[in-house]
């Protein structure tokens, strides 16, 4: 039987275990540019014992960018801060992933260089507020993206994805989840275009595909991962029948090959089965929990098969060894939400380890 302690091989890469850490914003790139600083390279460090980092998400052009201190993977600067990243995970025996996050209409103008606003699928409002500087704001209407911007957000993400393999990274997870660009393309509720990305499912899931090929292209599909959640409603998201979309979206992915789905569950059991069956490379599962953090029970699901891998977030936050913890069966450090986003290292890289170190 396997299980979540078992090494695994992802598409010629050699991981340790099957417990990946989840992407999680963390709002702390103070360097210049919103760079990662010495505070984030000890953060992952801490956390090298997990199979697979994927890190927080990182814009790959400014406008990609949707909360306040979040870091980009755009610039020379942005590359050379997260080698100090990479060089200390690898030097840990880690393996990381840089996760692409494209917000879209998730996000403000206060919060992007002047001139810009955010953009997406169609120029219909989120419902709600975005945390900026000045305070909480509404959602803007987003500039709706043309053909020729699509072909440019493409083409960043793509220049992104070469710029993680120059800083180290191991590969990239495309960010298709959660409510923010490429999510906004899949859900009818924000894509209301009249053009080849809008409509049927197989219109709305173009965006997404020419995402993951031209990172594939750019970097290798073995070095290329997708992250999902069908019926997910954060971001004003509203995918009331997501089954015939996400199908057909990996349905065009396997020619694509990538090496990894990664399934932020939010919705039926099902649904997961079902992609797992059409999914040829590695699936990573968020399982849906209802309420608490992922803990010990979803072990479970590497061993009856319905996963890969299990990703955490909340509980690899607080447990920089959480593989050790897993396998010991706890004590775990419960996190403290209200240090998850911004703030010094409090919360941040002070949680202990089972032998007392930070």
């Not at 702390?28 to 998400?57: C, F, K, M, N, W």
């Not at 004003?236 to 789905?261: F, K, M, N, R, S």
């Not at 009856?304 to 396998?327: H, K, V």
């Amino acid at each position: 039987m396997t299980t979540a302690f078992d090494p695994l091989d992802l598409a010629g890469l050699q991981l340790a275990n099957r417990v990946a850490m989840a992407p999680m914003t963390r709002s702390r790139a103070y360097g210049p540019g919103l760079t990662p600083t010495d505070a984030t390279v000890r953060y992952y460090a801490q956390r090298a014992s997990a199979g697979l980092i994927i890190t927080e998400g990182t814009q790959p052009s400014p406008v990609g960018q949707g909360y306040p201190d979040t870091p980009g993977l755009h610039s020379q600067e942005q590359v050379a801060a997260w080698r100090k990243v990479t060089d200390a995970v690898h030097a840990a025996g880690g393996r990381i992933f840089a996760q692409l996050m494209h917000t879209g209409r998730i996000g403000h103008p206060s919060l992007l260089p002047d001139g810009l606003a955010p953009v997406g699928a169609s120029p219909v409002a989120a419902k709600g507020k975005v945390f900026t500087r000045d305070g909480p704001k509404e959602f803007v209407e987003p500039l709706e993206l043309t053909e020729d911007g699509i072909a440019r957000t493409v083409a960043d993400h793509a220049a992104a994805a070469r710029n993680a393999v120059a800083a180290g990274f191991d590969g990239v997870e495309v960010h298709a989840a959660n409510g923010y660009l490429a999510h906004q393309f899949l859900a009818p509720n924000s894509n209301v275009r009249a053009d080849r990305y809008g409509g049927p499912p197989g219109n709305r899931i173009r965006f997404a595909v020419e995402l993951v090929t031209a990172v594939a292209d750019a970097i290798g599909a073995h070095r290329t991962g997708l992250r999902i959640s069908p019926g997910n409603s954060l971001g004003d998201i509203h995918e009331p029948e997501p089954d015939a979309t996400y199908v057909a979206l990996i349905q065009a992915l396997e020619a694509v090959g990538p090496a990894y789905l990664h399934i932020m569950e939010t919705g039926d059991r099902a649904l997961t089965l079902e992609l797992r069956k059409r999914f040829s490379g590695v699936l990573l599962l968020n399982a849906r929990t209802d309420g608490r953090p992922s803990g010990p029970q979803e072990l479970a699901l590497i061993e009856d098969g319905t996963a890969d891998m299990i990703s955490y977030g909340a509980l690899f936050l607080a447990n920089p060894d959480l593989p050790r913890r897993l396998r010991a069966g706890g004590p775990f450090n419960t996190p403290d939400r209200a240090t998850y986003y911004g703030g010094d290292e409090r919360g941040y890289t002070d949680y202990p380890a089972l032998d007392g170190d930070l």
